[in-house]
Structures are given as structure tokens and as C-alpha cells.
């Protein structure tokens, strides 16, 4: 199995930064990609960003292209994926959510059926 751990959320004002990060372990040798989902009150999970781990290959929503970059790092015990993002806005408030897309191929980044594993999530809140 692999195990999912965010951190880095927090409260910013409009037009600050955050990074957010998202550390894998466990079986991550059949991870094939990471990204982020984030969900506000009242709304549907919504796909953020995604990156393949082979090739690192991105993924971006419109709502946050060239604001946001997704990365990422491994060591010897885990992959991490980080999503830092940049002129933050009050819209961008949701709770952030890492997932992995584990064993075959990434078609659909922005469908959250082809996420297989989810973190716990982390708050962010951009105060206007």
C-alpha cells in the first residue's frame, strides 16, 4: 500500500505564497503519477495539478496556470511531490488534497476516479 501525508497549508493573504507538500511510503515503485485536488465548502473535489513521476510531465487546471508549479523530490524511503503556489487568491481557499495514481498509465488527470490513494488533506485560506 502507500501511505499519503500532506503538510504546508495555512493562512495567507491575497497575493502571498505557500508550498504545500505531499510525502509517499510504502509500495511507491507502482506510482505512476501524484497531484493535487482541493475542495471548497459546497463544492466538488476539483483536479489542481498533476505531474508523472517518469519524464515529469505536468498537469495544470486553468484556474491555476502560471501560478502554481507542482515538483518533485526522491529519496531512498519516500517520494514527495510539492505544489507551490504563487499570487494566491481568496478563490483559491479549499482544503488540498494529494493523491496517487498507481500501476498504469495517467489518461485523465483531472478525473479524481483515476486517483487511487488520497491524503488526509491540508486547510489553505487566502484572506482578501
Known amino acids: 500500500q502507500v501511505q499519503l501525508v500532506e503538510s504546508g497549508g495555512g493562512l495567507v493573504q491575497a497575493g502571498g505564497s505557500l508550498r504545500l507538500s505531499c510525502a509517499a511510503s510504502?509500495?511507491?515503485?507502482?506510482?505512476?503519477?501524484m497531484g493535487w485536488f482541493r475542495q471548497a465548502p459546497g463544492k466538488e473535489r476539483e483536479f489542481v495539478a498533476a505531474?508523472?513521476?517518469?519524464?515529469?510531465?505536468?498537469?495544470?487546471a486553468d484556474s491555476v496556470k502560471g501560478r502554481f508549479a507542482i515538483s518533485r523530490a526522491r529519496d531512498n524511503t519516500k517520494n514527495t511531490v510539492y505544489l507551490h503556489m504563487n499570487s494566491l487568491k481568496p478563490e483559491d481557499t479549499a482544503v488540498y488534497y494529494c493523491?496517487?495514481?498507481?500501476?498504469?498509465?495517467?489518461?485523465?488527470?483531472?478525473?479524481?476516479?483515476?486517483?487511487?490513494?488520497w491524503g488526509q488533506g491540508t486547510q489553505v485560506t487566502v484572506s482578501s
Open positions: 493523491a496517487a495514481h498507481r500501476l498504469r498509465p495517467l489518461v485523465t488527470p483531472s478525473a479524481p476516479t483515476e486517483w487511487d490513494v
Open positions: 510504502g509500495r511507491t515503485f507502482s506510482t505512476d503519477a
Open positions: 505531474i508523472r513521476w517518469s519524464g515529469g510531465r505536468t498537469f495544470y
